[in-house]
């Protein structure tokens, strides 16, 4: 097996137990992280300078919608109304497989360059199982860590059909999908699924595509971005024992407070994404309030459709958000700031690593360097103006690092990124094809329309 050392970096591990280190090593062997320390010595390792970066796990980006790549920037000014009508019931009717492959393809290659080395792909337009596979094709091209999350689509009904919101989640889909290559707990792509929830179904089907995840030992993740149409629905399925940390909420913002300690209580974990939250008129995110509780934080990209989808971005912005909320709290009590700053940096860093493993359940392979745990890891450059001199390694990766000083980054211990370029980035014809996508959606959506 082969083994590389990674030489005199800074480190966070990210691990209390790990540590620190101003200047350590790393051992690769194999896909696992064999040894963190100091003077580690390995004959016949591939050697990796070190000195002037700093080593810290992959970005786990907790909720992205990596089939939107090829409509980027369209959505930057709509409201959640103006979202659900043109993406949901418009654009996304117009996807082909192919369109879904060539966005998940690049999108997850976007999150590579900037060191996220694991994505929860809420997958929620595959209206065949050749959109399905086209995906999860996107996903293993790219050579990312991915738990592929199937959702449903969301059209206007056809005469006849029922609503999206009375259709439980296809059984024979999944199983279809166990049998096949995401079945296998230790491939790079696997399995979870993109349920409704209350908030967007009916008692019955919330019921059974829970019942469905239990069954299957599936993480179920689900949005709830306002008012639940079933408003006892959490409390049905707490009592039905269906809640637990096999559940995920994303957003929940406008959750109260019974519910979210219920929820909280029952281990269920949250991936919020402030950005589209406050662009899109959700409420105050939620960091604060789970804090309080104990709950597990992590956090996405979402809509790359309007958003950044780097995660030193999103980091950034979760932090500053979180603290905006108590400043907010502070101010309509005394009239004055908070006397204490709230969420620190490394708090914002262990939502990116640690909370996105937890909500993924992948807490004992991914997350952070610790020996035994796959390598997936990322060094930052801090040679560069930006980012010199570095007097704390979380505040200079998070308010001074973007996309261009991840200098290199390992997927199951495999360079996926080196002396700052993608070993295999994406070719002329592959972007024209994104590009060439993303105007055919388009212009079918404006031909509808006029139609």
């Known amino acids: 097996m082969a083994r590389t050392l990674i030489k005199d970096a800074r480190i966070l591990s990210m691990d209390p137990d790990v540590g620190e280190f101003d200047s350590g090593d790393i051992l690769i062997d194999g896909t696992r992280i064999a040894a963190v320390g100091h003077g580690l010595v390995a004959e016949g390792a591939d050697v990796i300078d070190g000195a002037g970066r700093i080593a810290l796990p992959g970005f786990v980006n907790a909720h992205i919608h990596t089939w939107q790549t090829g409509l980027r920037g369209i959505a930057a000014d709509w409201t959640l109304a103006q979202y659900l009508r043109a993406m949901h019931a418009g654009l996304a009717t117009h996807f082909t497989p192919d369109d879904i492959g060539i966005g998940n393809h690049m999108g997850a290659l976007h999150q ?81 699924l993109a349920v409704l929830g209350p908030q967007m179904s009916i008692a019955s089907v919330a019921e059974a595509d829970l019942r469905l995840a239990r069954e299957t030992g599936l993480l179920a993740s689900m949005h709830v971005s306002g008012p639940l149409k079933e408003h006892d629905g959490f409390a049905r399925l707490e009592a039905l024992g269906l809640l637990g940390p096999a559940t995920n909420v994303v957003h929940g913002n406008s959750l109260d407070d019974e519910n979210l300690r219920r929820l909280a209580g029952a281990g269920v974990t949250f991936s919020l994404t402030p950005e589209v939250e406050l662009q899109m008129g959700f409420g105050e995110p939620l960091t604060n309030r789970l804090r309080d509780l104990g709950a597990v934080i992590s956090i996405g ?65 991914i997350g952070s360097l610790t020996p035994g745990k796959q390598a997936d890891i990322q060094l930052i ?71």
Request: hydrophobic residues 40%; proline residues 8%.
């Open 301 to 365: 990209s979402d809509i790359e459709s309007s958003m950044a989808g780097d995660m030193l971005a999103v980091t950034r912005f979760a932090l500053q958000a979180a603290r905006h909320d108590l400043t907010r709290l502070a101010r309509a009590e005394t009239g004055a700031p908070p006397e204490t700053i709230g969420p620190s940096t490394r708090d914002a860093l262990q939502w990116a690593t640690m909370g996105g493993a937890r909500m993924l359940r992948l807490e004992n392979e």
């Open 381 to 451: 450059d801090t040679r560069g103006i930006n980012l010199s001199p570095v007097h704390d390694a979380a505040a200079s990766i998070l308010f001074h690092a973007g996309p261009a000083d991840v200098e290199t980054v390992f997927v199951a211990g495999r360079i996926m990124k080196q002396s700052g370029a993608l070993l295999d980035p994406p070719s002329e014809q592959q972007l024209k094809g994104l590009q060439g996508s993303g105007r055919r959606v388009v212009n079918a959506f404006a031909g509808a329309i006029e139609a």
């Open 112 to 192: 590579l360059n900037a060191g996220t080395t694991t994505i929860a792909d809420w997958c929620h337009n595959n209206p065949t199982p050749d959109h399905t596979d086209a995906a999860i094709e996107g996903l293993t091209a790219s050579g990312i860590r991915a738990v592929f999350l199937h959702g449903s689509p969301k059209p206007d009904p056809k005469p006849g059909t029922p609503h999206f919101s009375e259709v439980p989640m296809p059984r024979s889909e999944v199983e279809r999908l166990m049998d096949g290559p995401l079945g296998q707990d230790d491939a790079l792509v696997t399995l979870g």
